[in-house]
T-cell receptor, first 112, second 114 residues
Framework: DTGVSQDPRHKITKRGQNVTFRCDPI?????LYWYRQTLGQGPEFLTY????????KSRLLSDRFSAERPKGSFSTLEIQRTEQGDSAMYLC??????????FGDGTRLSIL | AQSVTQLDSQVPVFEEAPVELRCNYS??????LFWYVQYPNQGLQLLLK??????LVESINGFEAEFNKSQTSFHLRKPSVHISDTAEYFC????????????FGAGTTVTVRA
């Protein structure tokens, strides 16, 4: 079990730039999730994939956000035209149906 | 929809003393409940889970939590803490029939002092 892997661990960018994060889930997990965690808060659900299908998106996921899981394995989360309010830790998790979610170490995004 | 309230934002405790972290949830359907622990600059690690069966669940490192349906609670306890237990602890809930979306509490920071 190699765990959930996220890349990069840290991203610093200027306001208005686009950023993309990658998540590699545990290989046998067909479910993949993205969460956002701001300072002093618990994670908030963003979106969820079962295999390659994106089955739910939170209202937190504005039009500037897009997530993909093209082959049902790794996933990417892209934020276009970043804003100050996008600064947060972006967490990826994976699981099998009916089993607990296993989290990666996250990507910390800082907007200058 | 489900929600979680963690009643204590900060809990200072001395080494070898007991600790209790309180968690209450709200849901109109059957739930699954979890405790996760987060160390600085890391992701969340699963500490305990309640899916069904015995209402008292235990972890390998001495934590336990009890699911109380009538009080809608899932409090976390440890009889004797170590310095290494210093971390942030999150309670989370999901509906048993829509178990893809975890709802987290705001977290409880536990600081263990010698």
């Amino acid at each position: 079990d190699t765990g959930v892997s996220q890349d990069p661990r840290h991203k610093i960018t200027k306001r208005g730039q686009n950023v993309t994060f990658r998540c590699d889930p545990i290989s046998e997990h067909n479910r993949l999730y993205w969460y956002r965690q701001t300072l002093g808060q618990g994670p908030e659900f963003l979106t969820y994939f079962q295999n390659e299908a994106q089955l739910e998106k939170s209202r937190l996921l504005s039009d500037r956000f897009s997530a993909e899981r093209p082959k049902g394995s790794f996933s990417t989360l892209e934020i276009q035209r970043t804003e100050q309010g996008d600064s947060a830790m972006y967490l990826c998790a994976s699981s099998s149906p009916g089993q607990p979610q296993h989290f990666g170490d996250g990507t910390r995004l800082s907007i200058l | 929809a489900q929600s979680v309230t963690q009643l204590d934002s900060q809990v200072p405790v001395f080494e070898e003393a007991p600790v209790e972290l309180r968690c209450n949830y709200s849901s109109s359907v059957s739930v699954y409940l979890f405790w996760y622990v987060q160390y600085p600059n890391q992701g969340l690690q699963l500490l305990l889970k309640y899916l069904s069966g015995s209402t008292l669940v235990e972890s390998i490192n001495g934590f336990e939590a009890e699911f109380n349906k009538s009080q809608t609670s899932f409090h976390l306890r440890k009889p004797s803490v170590h310095i290494s237990d210093t971390a942030e602890y999150f309670c989370a809930v999901t509906g048993a029939s829509n178990d893809y979306k975890l709802s987290f509490g705001a977290g409880t920071t536990v600081t263990v002092r010698a």
